[in-house]
């Protein structure tokens, strides 16, 4: 469907195009010069909106839409909007090479069906034409192959048309790469103020109804003890001291939990001392590989540790694996860490295991996390990203 309404459609939108060009350079030296090229680039803008929707109906393949006009106050500045529009300018690009490919979609689904079916036929069309006797020739033998070749042509011809065409509507009708990197960037900057904002929601429950309820208790339990001490009971005595020794090395536990996931102080040696431990307190045998020439940032290695112990978290939980390996390298001015373990595999990013979460925090930093794990395992998790910010 797409190709066969590709040559209207590329007609149309290749002479609106070079109308708008040829019209634009005409009029470029009177006033009216300026205003007209202002509306065709409007439209042009509109017409490249409605092939990207048409890209993503018929081809199975959505384009990003991208970032709406904007619409300062005053005639002048809208027009230098207009003008200086990187969206409008890439999709009068795009009708004007619309134009030969959507000349070759129609070729392929209209002329060279029919051309297959001459050729299949020719033997016979030769002699519905000329009556009479005639010997088979050449061309009758090599006529009907001929035509089923260029026949199973034509898928071949209409997947390759189909993929270019996906190609030029991604790269000229979706956003800029500068106003895709700015939509990657705010989404990060979204991530990392939703994970900051929870987490310090997290210590302050903790601190709440962990910690501050255990110095409360242990508070009164001293004060129990001053009563003993008083009333010179020592076996109730010792009982309180007893008690207040254990709340207190809860309490120094829960602080130390605290502190550690605020920043681990396992990483004031770097990732090669760090991770050793985080994989020493797996319940799963965990075996470790660290190649870093060079520390990465700070930020780097603290994201490379909660990733890590996130994924270690997982295979504990999750997986049923015997054993698992942690691998950290750098090169070409990227860190990747690479968890493998010997599960029952079949984890997917969303089903509860937190790749979700891990894939934001890596993307905050312009990092990609890639999953292997089909159904019987093993599983292998890998999160790559930059060594600096």
């Excluded at 302050?204 to 255990?214: C, K, M, S, V, Y």
């Excluded at 799963?284 to 270690?312: G, K, M, S």
């Amino acid at each position: 469907m797409f190709a066969v309404l590709g040559l209207p459609l590329g007609v149309l939108g290749g002479l609106y195009a070079v109308a708008v060009l040829y019209a634009g350079a005409l009029l470029s030296l009177t006033v009216l010069g300026l205003p007209f090229v202002v509306a065709a680039l409007a439209g042009a803008r509109a017409i490249g909106g409605l092939h990207r929707r048409l890209v993503g109906r018929l081809l199975h393949t959505p384009v990003p839409a991208p970032s709406p006009l904007p619409r300062p106050t005053g005639l002048l500045a809208r027009g230098r909007a207009v003008l200086t529009d990187p969206v409008a300018w890439r999709a009068l690009v795009y009708l004007l090479l619309r134009l030969p490919l959507g000349a070759l979609g129609f070729l392929t689904v209209v002329g060279l069906p029919a051309a297959s079916l001459w050729l299949t036929g020719f033997p016979l069309w030769v002699r519905l034409m000329e009556p009479g006797p005639r010997p088979v020739g050449w061309l009758d033998a090599g006529a009907v192959p001929a035509g089923l070749a260029v026949l199973l042509a034509v898928p071949a011809l209409l997947r390759a048309l189909g993929t270019a065409n996906r190609a030029l509507a991604r790269a000229l009708l979706g956003p800029a790469r500068s106003q895709q990197r700015v939509r990657e960037l705010e989404h990060a900057r979204a991530t990392l103020l939703a994970e900051g904002t929870e987490r310090l929601r997290g210590l302050e429950r903790d601190l709440h109804d962990g910690t501050q309820a255990q110095l409360v208790a242990l508070a009164i339990t001293l004060s129990l003890a001053d009563d003993a001490l008083t009333l010179t009971d020592l076996e109730r005595l010792r009982t309180l001291l007893d008690r207040a020794r254990g709340q207190t090395d809860d309490t120094i536990t829960g602080l130390r939990r605290l502190t550690r996931g605020i920043n681990p102080v396992a990483l004031d040696g770097g990732l090669a001392e760090a991770l050793p431990g985080l994989a020493a307190a797996a319940p799963v045998p965990v075996t470790v590989r660290v190649d870093l020439p060079e520390r990465p940032a700070e930020a780097i290695e603290r994201v490379v540790y909660f990733c890590a112990a996130e994924l270690l978290t997982n295979v504990a939980k999750h997986s049923g694996a015997h054993a698992a390996a942690l691998a950290v390298s750098s090169a070409d001015g990227r860190v990747r860490l690479t968890v493998r373990d010997d599960g029952r595999g079949g984890a997917l990013p969303g089903a509860g295991s937190g790749l979700s979460g891990l894939a934001e925090r890596l993307a905050a930093v312009d990092g990609a996390l890639a999953v292997q794990s089909p159904p019987g395992g093993p599983t292998t998790v890998t999160a790559d990203l930059p060594d600096r910010l």
